[in-house]
């Protein structure tokens, strides 16, 4: 089994940053890669980032891109998401995922990842 721990959600106002921690423990892997996903009150979860843990290749959503960074410390087994210029619209509940294929294309898909953890609350105020 595998446990994921997400933590660093709150409130901030717009233009603020922001960073988000995920630490994974349990079973290890050769190959997968971690994702963050977030979900708005009445929206379906939507893809944020994922990056690929063995290589470093990262992947954003065109929402995201240019203002949050996904990486990854290998050595404390914990992925970020740093969030900057952070609009209204990037209120939701964020969860970090992993996802044991190496089909880069299932990175943004929601139904693909194995594990996920319980989430932590971003509210962005205007």
């Known amino acids: 089994q595998v446990q994921l721990v997400e933590s660093g959600g709150g409130l901030v106002q717009a233009g603020g940053s922001l960073r988000l921690s995920c630490v994974r423990s349990?079973?290890?892997?050769?190959?997968?890669?971690m994702g963050w996903f977030r979900q708005a009150p009445g929206k379906e979860r939507e893809f944020v980032a994922a990056?690929?843990?063995?290589?470093?290749?990262?992947y954003y959503a065109d929402s995201v891109k240019g203002r949050f960074t996904i990486s990854r410390d290998i050595a404390k087994n914990t992925v970020y998401l740093q969030m900057d210029s952070l609009k209204p619209e990037d209120t939701a509940v964020y969860y970090c995922?992993?996802?044991?294929?190496?089909?880069?294309?299932?990175?943004?898909?929601?139904?693909?990842?194995?594990?996920w953890g319980q989430g932590t609350q971003v509210t962005v105020s205007s």
């Open positions: 995922a992993a996802n044991l294929r190496t089909n880069w294309r299932s990175y943004y898909v929601a139904g693909e990842y194995d594990y």
């Open positions: 349990g079973r290890t892997f050769s190959n997968y890669a």
């Open positions: 990056i690929r843990w063995s290589g470093g290749s990262t």
